[in-house]
């Protein structure tokens, strides 16, 4: 049983960053892909990004060259840095974690976080 844990999360204006953390006890992330999705109010939880267990990353159009994901397997942490903040990444963001053999989406998460709340002011 690996447990995730996330923080960082917070009210910040428009163009704002924010740093989010999932730490993680049980066992080792470094067998996992792990990933971040949020969910804003009254819409469905969606992907944001993911890095493979080698290191590959990929993220969602919306927030490419503003959110960058990165893991550090020392640590048993993974991180999601997020710059130029919009009102529109409001929400709470979830951080997964996705066996090696499945597919990075929110039907085949084998561990998800409690949450961390997003709030961008305008």
């Known amino acids: 049983q690996v447990q995730l844990v996330e923080s960082g999360g917070g009210l910040v204006q428009a163009g704002g960053s924010l740093r989010l953390s999932c730490a993680a006890s049980g066992r080792t992330l470094s067998r996992y892909n792990m990933a971040w999705f949020r969910q804003a109010p009254g819409k469905e939880r969606e992907f944001v990004a993911r890095i493979t267990v080698g290191g590959t990353t990929a993220s969602v159009d919306s927030v490419k060259g503003r959110f960058t994901i990165s893991r550090d397997n020392a640590k048993n942490t993974v991180y999601l840095q997020m710059n130029s903040l919009k009102p529109e990444d409001t929400g709470i963001y979830y951080c997964?974690?996705?066996?090696?053999?499945?597919?990075?989406?929110?039907?085949?998460?084998?561990?998800w976080g409690q949450g961390t709340q997003v709030t961008v002011s305008s």
């Open positions: 997964a974690a996705v066996s090696t053999f499945r597919t990075v989406v929110a039907g085949n998460v084998d561990h």
